[in-house]
């Protein structure tokens, strides 16, 4: 049974920094890519980050690059987005995911960018 499981959400200052991960279990980790996505009050669920099954390439959301940076460890089972500059746009509901068969979703960790 897949479980991605979200951790560290919570509340940061403008131009601050968190760092979001995901524990996963339940398939071979290592065989996936990983993907962060977010979505804010009223709007659609929009791609973030992904990150390849070896942790070699990554792509970025262009309102997130030069700002954000994914990364796994396959040895722990778990993918990270570390969040720096943030803004209160990046408010949102941050979910990691897993494409095999179909979309697996982590429950989501909410992110508020508040002073």
């Known amino acids: 049974q897949v479980q991605l499981v979200g951790f560290w959400g919570g509340l940061g200052q403008p131009g601050g920094s968190l760092t979001l991960s995901c524990a996963a279990s339940?398939?071979?980790?290592?065989?996936?890519?990983m993907k962060w996505y977010r979505q804010a009050p009223g709007k659609v669920r929009e791609l973030v980050a992904e990150i390849d099954s070896a942790a070699r390439s990554t792509n970025y959301a262009n309102f997130v690059k030069g700002r954000f940076t994914i990364s796994r460890d396959n040895a722990k089972n778990t993918v990270y987005l570390q969040m720096n500059s943030l803004k209160p746009e990046d408010t949102a509901v941050y979910y990691c995911?897993?494409?095999?068969?179909?979309?697996?979703w982590g429950k989501g960790t909410l992110v508020t960018v508040s002073s």
């Open positions: 995911n897993v494409r095999q068969s179909i979309d697996y």
């Open positions: 339940g398939f071979i980790f290592r065989w996936y890519p």
